[in-house]
């Protein structure tokens, strides 16, 4: 069984930042396209950015963008997401995926178990 572990959740304010983290162990996702979604309480699980783990490409929701940078180590089997400039609708639970789409989650087959991001105000 693929597992993806996060890291890096928490509690910020809003305009602060938070680092996630999303590694692999044991296993490299050269062909896949690798993603982060979220899951606000009460609503549908949405993407929020991917990075192609051949080109670099990366693509981002528009909710995000300029504010969040996602962002890979080869040598670490590790993915990142930066988040910059937080609000309030930030806070859900963010997944890290693995998968052959983009911006649909039922096109990704390998998941995380999830961490939490909490803004306050």
């Known amino acids: 069984q693929v597992q993806l572990v996060e890291s890096g959740g928490g509690l910020a304010q809003a305009g602060g930042s938070l680092r996630l983290s999303c590694v692999a162990p044991?296993?490299?996702?050269?062909?896949?396209?690798m993603s982060w979604f979220r899951q606000a309480p009460g609503k549908d699980r949405e993407f929020v950015a991917s990075?192609?783990?051949?080109?670099?490409?990366?693509y981002y929701d528009d909710s995000v963008k300029g504010r969040f940078t996602i962002s890979r180590d080869n040598a670490k089997n590790t993915m990142y997401l930066q988040m910059n400039s937080l609000k309030t609708e930030d806070t859900g639970v963010y997944y890290c995926?693995?998968?052959?789409?983009?911006?649909?989650?039922?096109?990704?087959?390998?998941w995380g178990q999830g961490t939490q991001v909490t803004v306050s105000s």
């Open positions: 995926a693995a998968g052959s789409g983009l911006r649909s989650a039922s096109d990704y087959i390998y």
């Open positions: 044991g296993r490299t996702f050269h062909s896949y396209m």
């Open positions: 990075i192609s783990w051949s080109d670099y490409s990366t």
